[in-house]
Nanobody, 121 residues
Framework: QVHLVESGGGLVQAGGSLRLSCAAS????????MGWYRQAPGKQRELVAT???????NYADSVKGRFTISRDNVKNTVYLQMNSLKPEDTAVYYC???????????????WGQGTQVTVSS
């Protein structure tokens, strides 16, 4: 079992920055891959970024060049640095964890409770 606790969401103006954090506790093997999903009202859930324990990353095209995912394996914590935020980035952001990046979002994924990010224009 894995417990994920997000923090760092909030309200920011367009062009601003926020940093999300997600602390994981529980099975270290189930946090080999970590990442972030987001869901805006009325829209489908979107995979934002993933990171493997070794550091390899993947990003959605919509956030490439603006968001950076990183992790601290000692603290078992993943971060999402979000720069140049746009109103369309407004969503609930969920921390996720699992075995490998390609399976994140599937049935064996652990989910955090979500944190709201709101970007005003």
């Amino acid at each position: 079992q894995v417990h994920l606790v997000e923090s760092g969401g909030g309200l920011v103006q367009a062009g601003g920055s926020l940093r999300l954090s997600c602390a994981a506790s529980g099975s270290i093997f189930s946090t080999n891959a970590m990442g972030w999903y987001r869901q805006a009202p009325g829209k489908q859930r979107e995979l934002v970024a993933t990171i493997a324990r070794g550091g390899s990353t993947n990003y959605a095209d919509s956030v490439k060049g603006r968001f950076t995912i990183s992790r601290d394996n000692v603290k078992n914590t993943v971060y999402l640095q979000m720069n140049s935020l746009k109103p369309e980035d407004t969503a609930v952001y969920y921390c996720i964890a699992g075995w490998i990046p390609s399976t994140l979002g599937g049935p064996d994924t652990y989910w955090g409770q979500g944190t709201q990010v709101t970007v005003s224009s």
